[in-house]
């Protein structure tokens, strides 16, 4: 099941944002991953936030094309 939630920016610091429904979505989910845009040519990044045999803080860099998903050349997982 997947299941998205909103985020905010904290006033006092903008780069920092925050899930709307905090504790509730941390406390529920068994994995968290935070999508992030990188750049104007559909870079984007995937990193693990909660998963219960993964290292928080794995990243992978994707692109989205018309067939899926695509792993960035030259930047590698492991």
Do not use: M, P
């Not at 006092?12 to 999508?35: F, G, I, N, P, T």
């Not at 995937?46 to 899926?68: M, N, Y």
Request: charged share 30%.
């Amino acid at each position: 099941i997947l299941i998205t939630n909103q985020i905010y920016s904290e006033f006092d610091q903008r780069d920092r944002v925050e899930l709307v429904s905090r504790d509730v979505a941390r406390y529920w989910s068994k994995c968290l991953v935070e999508l992030l845009k990188l750049d104007d040519k559909g870079k984007r990044l995937a990193v693990l936030r909660k998963h219960r045999s993964l290292a928080e803080g794995t990243q992978i860099q994707f692109t989205i094309t018309g067939t899926g998903l695509e792993e960035v050349k030259g930047f590698r997982l492991f």
